[in-house]
């Protein structure tokens, strides 16, 4: 079972759903008994929907654009005169409908709410009004929390005076708001996780590589000047492009070239040992996978499977096109592993250093496109080793 099925803040949002739906469908019916009722299914859709239109700019986040954009939504769900939003500093990051001129009762309460973290309630002999016509008769403020910390207000500003139902129906308004916030806040700790996954790769690509790259370089300055100059070239875009620091993910085409440099450095080291046979289908150079997937397969193709193998091999990376998905091999006819022993070693790869390069990729596949994304590594002792990615063409959320 995929690990953001049983995270809390997952949980959290998926029955604050369920309880904002049964919330409002009976606010709504008791507000409008008077009125012709539609079917109950059609008004569950409708609440739905509204819903699902407030979702995107939530899961961004508590900010001024997010506020402006999901308020008009949740009046829709209360349908109450005004409804409002605010930050931790309780001033309205958005304000949707009439009687705007209450926005200082509004952080009045926020403010208690932000004290307190509870719900404050106000009629009409509570807030002040200069205004003859104005139809407000009673204010509701309630917290919106995230990790149990209160990160601001929901206001909801009526023409009723408050009564049970539009106070259950404005709490269950904030918990499916602040679930939604939950979840931005798991989007961005599964970004900086993922940051720092790349972070430690880049820390491992430091001792395995650059000094042997430089003592190849250095072994060419006297015999082969040019041949040196061109080296050093080859090293400094390969370390520019492994350390840059222009988001998660990148394209094949990108990854190949780096791949290309990665490579010339090697075969100047091992020689005729080396032997590479690359084959990329055009289409799928455009595919985004993330960044450094792919360097680290190779690395480990040429370090554990040719480096130990008398007279060297071959490494072979292809690319296909496989309708909706693009399917990269990465195969080397080296020395292989012991198919346990590689399970156990990628276990406590980050104890031990061993293959962290793979254990790294393979989460960051599965954190990228799913629980089916994963590595898939045929290896056996003396018959070299297989590694298979399968990369979606599209995913929503990756992209350059």
């Known amino acids: 079972m995929p690990d953001w099925l049983t995270d809390p803040r997952f949980l959290a949002a998926l029955g604050g759903v369920v309880a904002l739906v049964i919330a409002v469908l009976v606010y709504r019916r008791v507000k409008r008994r008077n009125q012709f009722a539609s079917p109950l299914e059609?008004?569950?859709f409708s609440t739905?929907?509204?819903?699902?239109?407030?979702?995107?700019?939530?899961?961004?986040?508590?900010?001024?654009g997010s506020a402006q954009f999901a308020v008009p939504y949740l009046r829709t769900l209360l349908d109450t005169e005004a409804l409002s939003m605010t930050g931790s500093d309780c001033v309205p990051l958005a304000w949707d409908g009439e009687a705007e001129h209450h926005s200082l009762d509004v952080r009045q309460y926020a403010e208690k709410v932000m004290r307190t973290g509870r719900q404050q309630v106000a009629s009409r002999k509570d807030i002040e009004c200069g205004s003859q016509d104005c139809p407000v008769r009673g204010i509701v403020v309630v917290p919106l929390e995230v990790d149990g910390?209160?990160?601001?207000?929901l206001a909801a500003v009526s023409a009723d005076t408050p009564g049970p139902v539009l106070l259950r129906?404005?709490?269950?308004?904030?918990?499916?708001?602040?679930?939604?916030?939950?979840?931005?806040?798991?989007?961005?700790?599964?970004?900086?996780?993922?940051?720092?996954?790349?972070?430690?790769?880049?820390?491992?690509?430091?001792?395995?590589?650059i000094y042997n790259a430089l003592n190849t370089v250095a072994s060419?300055?006297?015999?082969?000047?040019?041949?040196?100059?061109?080296?050093?070239?080859?090293?400094a875009d390969f370390t520019r492009y492994s350390f840059r620091q222009a988001g998660e993910y990148t394209t094949l085409a990108d990854e190949l070239k780096n791949i290309d440099r990665y490579l010339a450095l090697e075969h100047a080291r091992f020689g005729n040992r080396l032997h590479?046979?690359?084959?990329?289908?055009?289409?799928?150079?455009?595919?985004?996978?993330?960044?450094?997937?792919?360097?680290?397969?190779?690395e480990n193709a040429v370090r554990h499977g040719l480096s130990g193998k008398?007279?060297?091999?071959?490494?072979?990376?292809?690319?296909?096109?496989?309708?909706?998905?693009?399917?990269?091999?990465?195969?080397?006819?080296?020395?292989?592993?012991?198919?346990?022993?590689?399970?156990?070693?990628?276990?406590?790869?980050?104890?031990?250093?061993?293959?962290v390069g793979l254990g790294n990729v393979d989460d960051r596949m599965r954190s990228a496109f799913g629980p089916d994304y994963g590595l898939v590594v045929e290896t056996e002792r003396g018959a070299g080793t297989k590694i298979i990615l399968r990369v979606p063409k599209f995913r929503a959320g990756v992209r350059v």
């Open 42 to 44: 059609r008004a569950t």
């Open 48 to 64: 739905l929907h509204t819903v699902s239109l407030a979702a995107p700019a939530l899961r961004e986040g508590l900010s001024e």
């Open 149 to 153: 910390n209160v990160a601001g207000t």
């Open 169 to 209: 129906a404005s709490a269950e308004v904030a918990r499916y708001v602040s679930s939604q916030l939950e979840l931005a806040d798991l989007d961005e700790s599964r970004a900086r996780l993922n940051r720092a996954e790349v972070r430690a790769l880049r820390a491992q690509i430091s001792p395995h590589f």
């Open 220 to 235: 060419f300055i006297r015999t082969d000047p040019e041949r040196a100059r061109e080296l050093l070239m080859e090293f």
């Open 276 to 298: 590479v046979k690359v084959q990329v289908a055009p289409e799928v150079l455009s595919v985004v996978l993330p960044f450094l997937a792919l360097q680290p397969l190779v």
């Open 310 to 355: 008398p007279g060297g091999g071959t490494v072979s990376l292809t690319a296909e096109d496989s309708g909706a998905e693009c399917t990269i091999i990465v195969e080397d006819d080296g020395v292989g592993m012991d198919p346990k022993a590689l399970t156990e070693e990628n276990r406590d790869a980050h104890l031990s250093g061993a293959h």
